[in-house]
């Protein structure tokens, strides 16, 4: 039934891609519901540049703080279950989730359940260097869906991460910049890769599937059909 439940979202980071969430959401929401329904939400926007210097500082203890705060208040306001629009902070997911008495829709699983579903065994990431880099994105690919993830060079990793914040996080979306990701995802796939993660839900903005000789896996996109799936549905990934 429409309105039953309803989500919270910590968004902002950055709004670019929060926008897209909010008009794949509702999008989606729609098309089942039909009429004029939109999804029942709840929004926290962060002012990015404060997320972000806690990224660099490498202070994700205080950023799990920052998110977990926002999170809470956004339950106590009447949200069933929350959503972190973006895949970067999902690094401290445990801790946010750890504060909740709700749901903790998780990117990695909606986007692990596609992987699945379409037999992708090796999968190559593109993404922030954080997400890259770090293990917690790979090891809940492994550890839940059996699934191998390979990412780019040292360079390669750098400049996919400068694009997404000096270009993509303020809307500036260049063809010089999808000719490097271009590059960047046919290395992935000349290493055995079989599909691609577009791991930064500023990403889709850039690239899709046209530019990608293999399947690529929007998480953007993904994250909003688990939204969906939820708010309609009660289903988590």
């Not at 972000?52 to 809470?72: I, S, T």
Request: with cysteine; hydrophobic share 45%; net charge negative.
């Amino acid at each position: 039934m429409s309105g039953a439940r309803t989500l919270g979202i910590l968004g902002g980071m950055s709004w670019t891609s929060t926008a897209e969430y909010y008009r794949q959401i509702n999008t989606a929401y729609a098309g089942r519901e039909g009429g004029l329904h939109s999804a029942p939400l709840l929004l926290h926007s962060f002012d990015f540049a404060g997320v972000v210097a806690l990224q660099k500082a490498g202070a994700w203890d205080e950023a799990a703080e920052l998110l977990g705060g926002a999170a809470r208040r956004l339950q106590a306001a009447g949200a069933g279950a929350m959503l972190i629009a973006t895949n970067t902070m999902h690094l401290v997911a445990p801790q946010i989730a750890a504060m909740l008495d709700i749901p903790l829709l998780h990117i990695v699983d909606s986007t692990g359940a596609a992987l699945k579903a379409a037999g992708v065994e090796r999968v190559g990431l593109i993404a922030t260097a954080f997400t890259m880099e770090q293990p917690f994105y790979k090891d809940r690919l492994r550890g839940r869906f059996g699934i191998e993830t390979i990412v780019p060079e040292a360079a390669e990793r750098a400049e996919v991460h400068r694009v997404i914040f000096d270009e993509l996080c303020r809307n500036v979306v260049r063809d010089e910049a999808r000719e490097g990701y271009r590059a960047v995802m046919a290395g992935l796939v000349a290493q055995g890769a079989q599909g691609i993660i577009l791991g930064c839900t500023e990403i889709p903005l850039l690239v899709g599937p046209q530019d990608s000789p293999v399947p690529t896996f929007d998480t953007t996109a993904l994250h909003a059909q688990a939204a969906v799936n939820w708010l309609l549905d009660g289903v988590t990934p």
